[in-house]
């Protein structure tokens, strides 16, 4: 889904989350935080491109998109909204986290 460019770091603060890479070191006031955001991709199996995108890991009752996470990654996406920070991500060495207590509630503030 296109979207009007957002930076990381108004994601973060626009979702209550915080920021890290790979290795769990807080990226704040770090020039990755000005990353621009210009798509949200919800669906790994249907997305227009990866550049400047943000995957969103969201879990229901018959799936969890923390599943699809290293997929998304191998694709090209190196940016992502995550509730929790599982140790395959650890070997994702350029990739970028917004971990919050819930990403469809997350995703639905930042909407707001």
Same mark, same amino acid.
């Given at each position: 889904?296109? %979207? *009007?460019?957002?930076?990381?770091?108004?994601?973060?603060? *626009?979702?209550?989350?915080?920021?890290?890479?790979?290795?769990?070191?807080?990226?704040?006031? *770090?020039?990755?935080?000005?990353?621009?955001?210009?798509? %949200?991709?919800?669906? /790994?199996? /249907?997305?227009?491109?990866?550049?400047? *995108?943000?995957?969103?890991?969201?879990?229901? +009752?018959?799936?969890?998109?923390? +599943?699809?996470?290293?997929?998304?990654?191998?694709?090209?996406?190196?940016?992502?909204?995550?509730?929790?920070?599982?140790?395959?991500?650890?070997?994702?060495?350029?990739?970028?986290?917004?971990?919050?207590?819930?990403?469809? %509630?997350?995703?639905?503030?930042?909407?707001?």
């Amino acid at each position: 889904m296109q %979207i *009007a460019s957002f930076t990381l770091s108004s994601i973060v603060e *626009a979702t209550h989350g915080r920021c890290f890479h790979a290795g769990g070191r807080i990226m704040a006031g *770090a020039p990755a935080m000005d990353m621009r955001i210009d798509q %949200i991709i919800t669906d /790994s199996r /249907s997305f227009e491109t990866v550049r400047s *995108a943000l995957f969103v890991a969201l879990r229901s +009752r018959k799936n969890d998109g923390h +599943r699809y996470v290293r997929k998304m990654y191998v694709e090209g996406v190196r940016y992502f909204l995550i509730s929790c920070f599982l140790p395959e991500f650890e070997t994702m060495p350029d990739a970028f986290f917004i971990e919050v207590e819930d990403t469809m %509630i997350a995703l639905q503030e930042w909407a707001a």
